[in-house]
């Protein structure tokens, strides 16, 4: 007999899976509060342990580090400002006290300047007679019993008809002692009776050594720099070229911080007051266009002198320099004057001399370098002869040659 599947009741079903939830007993959640409330005081008190622990720690390395106004940062401040004013203040009287200088240096010099005036004749078209009146500087540097002696600017004298000196109030003719159209300079003189009356409102200028200027020196330039006369400028040594080729030697050129015009002329004072140097066009470095360059006295003393003494300064028109250790390796002489050319129509150029000729004599007077060869020209003057003996390259070795010349004047 088959069985039969019995269903169950659902009532009884329902029953079997019903849950019930019970509710959390009231001592639960005192013993959750307690247990919260008891974390809280821990860590606070742990946080007060800490904060005390690190304020007695940093309060003990604080009276550990020094004192000092190093490890003031407000103090370091102060201090550093106050090394600033100072030295804003150091630099302030350095300049104003460069300054005094200078302006002390060049009122000295003023008793030394004077104002010449060249006047030259011509005619227009229409045969009328022109007189054009041209003004430049003059410095004294000497005075003696018998006349004035004053340096002036050479291209504006040789232009000129006639040439006066203003003194004072006076205006009185000068004589024209010496020129020297390469250097730019040239020597006029003043009867001295002519002005023996304004002799205490004059005083000759002091020279002084050009060879001591230094690179960040100084300096005044006076006479007509600007190209008016008694202007004048301050300025430094910028540039010192020690061997500028002229004819039949070198000198030494200044130049300064200085702009000036092409007609510029003048002199360069040092802070005594003592004249240094003299502005030449002539041999100024063409990437230098624009600044004053000057001459220094030291190499100009021997044209004074011979103007000096009336007489003319000898030209050869030889352009070179010493036979180094060098050049003397690859000619296989051993000194003499090497020439690397010649002015456009001086003797050397008109007797055929070329540039590699070594210039080793004159009239039996060896010629062993650049001084010897000017020490020998300053004994003669312009229009005698000497016999000049150079070295010329040939296919072999060198050969000797002279040359027999007639000095042109400088």
């Known amino acids: 007999m088959k069985q039969r599947n019995e269903v169950p009741n659902k009532e009884q079903e329902r029953q079997y899976i019903r849950e019930t939830i019970v509710g959390r007993s009231k001592w639960y959640w005192c013993k959750r509060i307690l247990l919260l409330f008891f974390i809280v005081i821990l860590l606070s008190g742990a946080a007060g342990v800490t904060f005390a622990l690190s304020k007695n720690w940093i309060e003990t390395k604080r009276e550990e580090e020094p004192t000092s106004s190093d490890a003031n940062p407000e103090g370091t401040v102060q201090e550093s400002e106050k090394q600033t004013e100072e030295e804003t203040e150091t630099i302030g009287e350095q300049q104003e006290e460069s300054s ?18 060249i006047t030259k004749q011509s005619v227009d078209w229409f045969d009328t007679s022109l007189e054009q009146v041209k003004q430049t500087f003059g410095v004294i540097i000497d005075i003696t019993e018998e006349s004035v002696l004053i340096l002036t600017n050479a291209q504006d004298i040789s232009n000129g008809d006639s040439v006066v000196v203003t003194i004072g109030e006076q205006t009185i003719p000068v004589t024209v002692q010496g020129i020297c159209l390469q250097d730019n300079i040239a020597l006029i003189t003043v009867d001295y009776q002519r002005v023996a009356s304004l002799v205490d409102t004059m005083k000759p200028i002091k020279t002084g050594d050009s060879s001591q200027i230094k690179l960040g020196d100084r300096v005044i330039l006076a006479g007509s720099p600007l190209g008016y006369t008694q202007s004048v400028l301050f300025g430094i040594i910028t540039y010192i070229d020690q061997s500028t080729t002229v004819a039949d030697g070198s000198y030494q050129m200044y130049y300064t911080s200085l702009n000036v015009p092409v007609n510029s002329s003048g002199f360069l004072l040092n802070t005594k007051g003592e004249l240094i140097g003299w502005i030449s066009e002539s041999y100024k470095k063409t990437d230098l266009d624009g600044f004053a360059a000057c001459i220094g006295m030291n190499d100009l003393n021997y044209v004074i002198e011979h103007m000096k003494k009336g007489r003319s300064i000898a030209m050869l028109g030889a352009e070179g320099l010493d036979v180094t250790d060098e050049i003397a390796e690859q000619i296989g002489l051993s000194s003499g004057f090497f020439l690397t050319g010649a002015l456009d129509n001086s003797p050397a150029y008109t007797a055929g001399m070329q540039s590699g000729d070594v210039i080793v004599a004159i009239d039996e007077e060896n010629v062993t370098n650049i001084k010897t060869l000017r020490t020998i020209l300053n004994s003669y003057e312009a229009g005698e002869s000497a016999e000049i003996t ?20 400088r």
């Open 100 to 117: 005094m200088l200078e302006q002390q240096a060049y009122k000295e010099a003023q008793n030394s300047i004077v104002t010449i005036s």
């Open 390 to 409: 150079v070295m010329r390259k040939g296919k072999d070795t060198y050969r000797e040659i002279q040359f027999n010349i007639i000095f042109s004047e």
